[in-house]
């Protein structure tokens, strides 16, 4: 009985990270802005881990729970490392102008 309420909170959980995933990723798509564009795929990620959990749970199968986990944890650190290197090249002309200015 505990399994199946922790799944409903999981299923839950999942239909608010999609909505609000493929929302912002359709405004980040729409505007051109990329940084938001990866928090609506870090969000759609979320939303598959957490449905694999919610059917390992569900049909009590480990492999689902270790899949969600595996695939959660990879997607992360990969949109994390993508988010880095935008952030940074969107800061660098910035301070290449600041820097060159300067310099005169």
Known sequence: M?????????VLVSALAAARGVRTLGRGAR????????RGLR?????????AFAAGLLLDLVGLIVLGAVFLGEE????????????????APADGASSSSARR
Do not use: C, K, N, Q
């Open 31 to 38: 505007d051109a802005r990329p940084l938001e564009v990866v």
């Open 76 to 91: 992360l650190y990969e949109t994390g490392v993508l988010a880095l290197i935008i952030r940074s090249g969107e800061r």
């Open 43 to 51: 969000g759609l990620v979320i939303a598959f881990a957490t449905a």
């Open 2 to 10: 505990r399994s199946e309420i922790i799944a409903g909170m999981l």
